[in-house]
T-cell receptor, first 109, second 113 residues
Framework: GQNIDQPTEMTATEGAIVQINCTYQ??????LFWYQQHAGEAPTFLSY????GLEEKGRFSSFLSRSKGYSYLLLKELQMKDSASYLC??????????FGAGTTVTVRA | IAGITQAPTSQILAAGRRMTLRCTQD?????MYWYRQDLGLGLRLIHY???????GKGEVPDGYSVSRANTDDFPLTLASAVPSQTSVYFC????????????FGPGTRLTVL
């Protein structure tokens, strides 16, 4: 099976920056996704990386290093509404999508 | 409607009963998926369909069946529910199948007693 690891929980202060790391070991690689999931709601798509480097989208950025099997999601200028779970998902060589268990981010005032 | 809808929102079910979770999308997406989400385990794929008329097994298919009679609907059936099927179930769809981003429905919270 696939192995996708991310921290269980992180806490940060409003206005700060938080970096959520994701490491993966999969049979082949065809892209990495980040989803945001508020409690009791559906996951919503945040970002997609298939090539090495940084993808920036407003306050959120996602980085990928395929050789290291590593990605991170960077959340800048944290707001209370950013309190949520963040899911890392990797598409393997057979184009199957596997999810990590998610990182719960709590933003404090 | 716009996007993906699921019904019911939540359900409490006696073990041994049959249950069908409904999923409908109006985006004309070709591919649809069923996941279950359990605390600490993340989302796990149950079944998928790359196009109407075809289905495939995911990571945890036992105890579940699906059908894809048309593009819009992808029901998930539990033939004889067991307590280990207590979970939150999410339906998702993507435009062209496994190469595209998946978009999720609001989920069904199922409790089997």
């Amino acid at each position: 099976g696939q192995n996708i690891d991310q921290p269980t929980e992180m806490t940060a202060t409003e206005g700060a920056i938080v970096q959520i790391n994701c490491t993966y070991q999969t049979s082949g690689f065809n892209g990495l996704f980040w989803y945001q999931q508020h409690a009791g709601e559906a996951p919503t798509f945040l970002s997609y990386n298939v090539l090495d480097g940084l993808e920036e989208k407003g306050r959120f950025s996602s980085f990928l290093s395929r050789s290291k099997g590593y990605s991170y999601l960077l959340l800048k200028e944290l707001q209370m509404k950013d309190s949520a779970s963040y899911l890392c998902a990797v598409r393997d060589g057979d184009y199957k999508l596997s999810f990590g268990a998610g990182t719960t981010v709590t933003v404090r005032a | 409607i716009a996007g993906i809808t699921q019904a019911p929102t939540s359900q409490i079910l006696a073990a041994g009963r049959r249950m069908t979770l409904r999923c409908t999308q109006d985006m004309r997406h070709n591919a649809m998926y069923w996941y279950r989400q359990d605390l600490g385990l993340g989302l796990r794929l149950i079944h998928y369909s790359n196009t109407a008329g075809t289905t495939g097994k995911g990571e945890v298919p036992d105890g579940y069946s699906v059908s894809r009679a048309n593009t819009d609907d992808f029901p998930l059936t539990l033939a004889s529910a067991v307590p280990s099927q207590t979970s939150v179930y999410f339906c998702a769809s993507s435009r062209q199948g496994s190469t595209d981003t998946q978009y999720f429905g609001p989920g069904t919270r199922l409790t089997v007693l």
